[in-house]
T-cell receptor, first 112, second 114 residues
């Protein structure tokens, strides 16, 4: 699985867009980018994933650069409940173990 | 509602007293897994199961057992708990084909072994 690099922490004002970057410069052609988040000591929650095209769902948008070496998770209108650790995970979409390797993630703090 | 449930949510026990943490999912997922989370070490996989009667070791299986007799249940068994198994435990499940790594996690079980 490709290694990912995320900033350890970020702040965002409530109501503003939160843009969380992830660097995955060694990503290979068949690896997907997944985002999960973990609100304090709760179970991780799936947010979104993509391969090469930008993706949007009810929670967030995922922007993947054309060379696929980095991506940005966008929470369009951050709320206090979005305060959490956000994990960017890169790996192939198939495999026997299907283990998710969580790095250290980005602690997003949404400020009132 | 699609969910993964774990019981108990909190448990304090003593060294050597066998315990079981239950995990159940209602989404007909083939894949189920147990993770433990410790400060500074992140989430580490203990065991996983690709389907009924199929289980395999993750990264940190020592001191744990699992079973998968039914598709919906995947209990984690600590035959002789030790203080180094004090941790936050999560169960997760997903489909195995066609739907990627969208895993659903349970709410967690906080275990303290004294």
């Amino acid at each position: 699985d490709a290694k990912t690099t995320q900033p350890p922490s970020m702040d965002c004002a409530e109501g503003r867009a939160a843009n969380l970057p992830c660097n995955h410069s060694t990503i290979s052609g068949n690896e997907y980018v997944y985002w999960y988040r973990q609100i304090h000591s709760q179970g991780p929650q799936y947010i979104i994933h993509g391969l090469k095209n930008n993706e949007t769902n009810e929670m967030a948008s995922l922007i993947i650069t054309e060379d696929r070496k980095s991506s940005t998770l966008i929470l369009p209108h951050a709320t206090l409940r979005d305060t959490a650790v956000y994990y960017c995970i890169v790996r192939v979409d198939v495999g026997s173990a299907r283990q998710l390797t969580f790095g250290s993630g980005t602690q997003l703090t949404v400020l009132p | 509602e699609a969910q993964v449930t774990q019981n108990p949510r909190y448990l304090i026990t003593v060294t050597g007293k066998k315990l079981t943490v239950t995990c159940s999912q209602n989404m007909n997922h083939e894949y189920m897994s147990w993770y433990r989370q410790d400060p500074g070490l992140g989430l580490r996989q203990i065991y996983y199961s690709m389907n009924v009667e199929v289980t395999d070791k993750g990264d940190v299986p020592e001191g744990y057992k699992v079973s998968r007799k039914e598709k919906r249940n995947f209990p984690l068994i600590l035959e002789s708990p030790s203080p180094n198994q004090t941790s936050l435990y999560f169960c997760a499940s997903s489909f195995t084909t066609g739907r990627g790594l969208k895993q659903y996690f349970g709410p967690g079980t906080r275990l303290t072994v004294t």
